[in-house]
């Protein structure tokens, strides 16, 4: 009787540690499945991040190109704008020689 008792207290003892165990895997599986959900979200997210990022990197590059096109644009209206000085240095040279032409024939008369 006493050996059955005991068999008893152990097939008990085993029978509490199996519903433990199950307890600990059941909460197991669920910190698995929400680390799971977190790591599906954070792929999610490094997705929409990497596609900003290829968004920035074409905004980047529209803008390079923009720069550019603004700096050539400057260049030329650079040497437009000396090219004028300079025609304007002439036309005044030319505009004082009339003038002293003028007053020359003036008091010749």
């Known amino acids: 009787h006493a050996q059955i008792t005991s068999q008893e207290s152990v097939l008990t003892d085993l029978r509490c540690t199996k519903t433990a ?7 197991a599986c669920g910190e698995i499945t929400s680390i799971t959900s977190e790591f599906a979200e954070a792929q999610e997210q490094m ?11 074409a905004i980047k590059s529209d803008l390079e190109i923009q720069l550019i096109d603004a700096s050539e644009k ?27 032409e003028v007053t020359r024939v003036t008091s010749e008369l």
């Open 21 to 27: 165990l199950e307890n600990q895997l059941a909460q």
């Open 47 to 57: 997705i929409v991040t990497e596609s900003e990022l290829n968004d920035i990197r």
């Open 74 to 100: 400057l260049i030329a209206q650079k040497a437009t704008l000396n090219y004028i000085l300079t025609k304007r240095t002439g036309l005044e040279c030319e505009l004082a020689e009339a003038r002293e």
